[in-house]
């Protein structure tokens, strides 16, 4: 099976050779030709050749266009700040809503108008046409909570979520439909399955999640379902209160980061959500050694069952030893879904 059959197939609930592998890589995919990062992240042709390097090295099923969280928002008009080999950042001390009626002006930005969107777009189109069939290509986009932050600054977003509903509200629906566009071009370029990222929403409360949140991503998820593709839900840090919620958003597959119990997950979303993870990307894998690193993916799996996707809770990390990576793979090109560890193995 090609990597583009192996996770449709398993997404599908159809038996697969072996379990999918589908590790986030980006600034070690940039090491892997020697870039600079802020070419990774400005050049779409930079990024293609580094997913596509790393993914012949290492046997992945996908190659992504995920690089960063700012393209959204710089087509917005937000102050970035880029950095040689760092990734880029917003400027929070000069967030492009600091003034919250700036929001009733402002423009909905155009996926194809030549800014870092379109620079994504290019790349989720070339990876398309070199690797489209053979490995699943993956478009990226920031999920509501996510991008509001980046417009309105993250501190000041959770104060308003207390003291301004009607501006949340209002901000969030803008940013709803933005990610849509930007979605909906990204499949129109070629990609096989959208990722989303939204990282602000691990801080906000159930009630919260609830109120604002989760109606914002259950749109942007109909909306790319709409398109045919499956999407992949990725919020970073402990999402441990929001479990059920999530669960009900039916998306095609949940990453998990390190701290979110993989069994924990599976009783409170069901045997038929895809989880994908949830490997500590520093300590269990770069700083790990490839023998425990087998025995941390067996238990995941364990935790997980066979709706499991093999990968790190985040991004594996730049600087991860060859033969730690090659470990979390290995374990995914020798073990099919279906057979799932009795137990967590010690250590």
């Known amino acids: 099976m090609t990597g583009y059959e192996r996770i449709r197939a398993h997404l599908a609930g159809e038996s697969v050779d072996h379990l999918p592998l589908m590790p986030i890589t980006m600034m070690l995919a940039a090491d892997q030709t020697k870039a600079a990062y802020r070419d990774y992240v400005t050049d779409y042709r930079v990024l293609c050749e580094a997913q596509i390097r790393t993914a012949e090295a290492f046997s992945l099923d996908y190659v992504s266009a995920i690089s960063d969280p700012t393209r959204e928002a710089a087509d917005c008009g937000a102050a970035i700040r880029f950095f040689e080999d760092q990734p880029p950042a917003i400027r929070e001390d000069a967030p492009l809503l600091a003034d919250k009626s700036r929001l009733a002006g402002l423009t909905m930005p155009d996926p ?12 989720v189109a070339m990876l398309r046409e070199r690797v489209g069939g053979d490995k699943l290509v993956e478009g990226w986009i920031e ?44 499949v129109e370029a070629g990609a096989d399955l959208i990722g989303m990222g939204d990282a602000a929403a691990s801080l906000a409360g159930p009630r919260i999640y609830e109120q604002f949140i989760l109606p914002r991503e259950r749109r942007i998820v109909d909306a790319v379902h709409d398109t045919g593709v ?37 009783r409170q979303m069901g045997p038929e959500q895809v989880l994908l993870g949830n490997l500590d990307p520093v300590q269990a894998l770069k700083n790990s050694d490839p023998e425990l690193i087998a025995a941390a993916v067996a238990a995941c799996h364990a935790a997980a069952g066979p709706r499991y996707i093999v990968g ?12 730690n990576f090659h470990a979390l793979c290995r374990y995914a090109l020798d073990r099919r879904a279906e057979d799932v560890p009795d137990a967590a193995p010690a250590g």
């Open 312 to 323: 790190a809770g985040c991004e594996v990390p730049r600087g991860t030893p060859p033969e």
């Open 230 to 266: 499956p999407l992949r839900l990725h919020i970073c840090g402990d999402t441990r209160p929001l479990f059920a919620q999530m669960g009900t958003l039916g998306c095609d597959i949940i990453d998990l980061d390190s701290m979110c119990p993989l069994d924990d997950a599976r």
């Open 112 to 123: 194809h108008g030549g800014g870092r969107m379109t620079d994504r777009l290019r790349g």
């Open 143 to 186: 999920g509501p909570c996510a991008e509001a932050a980046d417009l309105r600054g993250l501190n000041p977003l959770m104060l308003d979520f207390m003291d301004d509903a009607t501006f949340v509200t209002d901000l969030l629906d803008f940013v709803t439909e933005m990610e849509i566009d930007f979605a909906r071009a990204q």
